[in-house]
């Protein structure tokens, strides 16, 4: 949301800069920023300028812009709750299930150190592989 310098009055810049230098120092995002600049607007009795976006405009962008990052990280959920087991077929009348490409079986490491081990990661399964364990 850039703002026009020539439509905005002197308090307005000098509130602006404040702001902008706060959230540049605080590490702050945009969204952040603009919630910190409307907020010294207000207590400052500073008007919007013209080219801005009002509170319910901008609200409805944050509402938008949250909705579209709990999307994100749900896709991101779906992509890491891949199930760990495929369908192998039946027999005696059951369905058999084989461990799928990726799969690591852990309950059968000796303790709970070794089975942390091989939840972390690829390099912790190498490492449990290296001690003579089938992961």
Do not use: C, W
Not at 87 to 111: C, E, I, Q, R
């Amino acid at each position: 949301m850039p703002i026009k310098i020539s439509d905005t009055s002197p308090a307005f810049e000098k509130i602006r800069d404040e702001a902008m230098e706060f959230a540049r120092k605080n590490g702050l995002d945009e969204v952040e920023a603009q919630k910190h600049l409307r907020r010294k607007l207000k207590r400052a009795g500073v008007p919007l300028p013209a080219n801005m976006a009002t509170e319910a405009e901008f609200k409805q962008q944050l509402k938008e812009t949250e909705e579209f990052e709990r999307k994100r990280r749900n896709e991101r959920r779906k992509k890491q709750d891949k199930p760990k087991m495929a369908a192998g077929g039946m027999a005696n009348g059951k369905k058999h299930m084989y461990l799928s490409k990726g799969a690591f079986v852990t309950d059968n490491l000796p303790n709970k150190g070794l089975k942390m081990l091989a939840k972390s990661g690829a390099k912790g399964r190498q490492a449990v592989r290296k001690m003579g364990f089938n992961v």
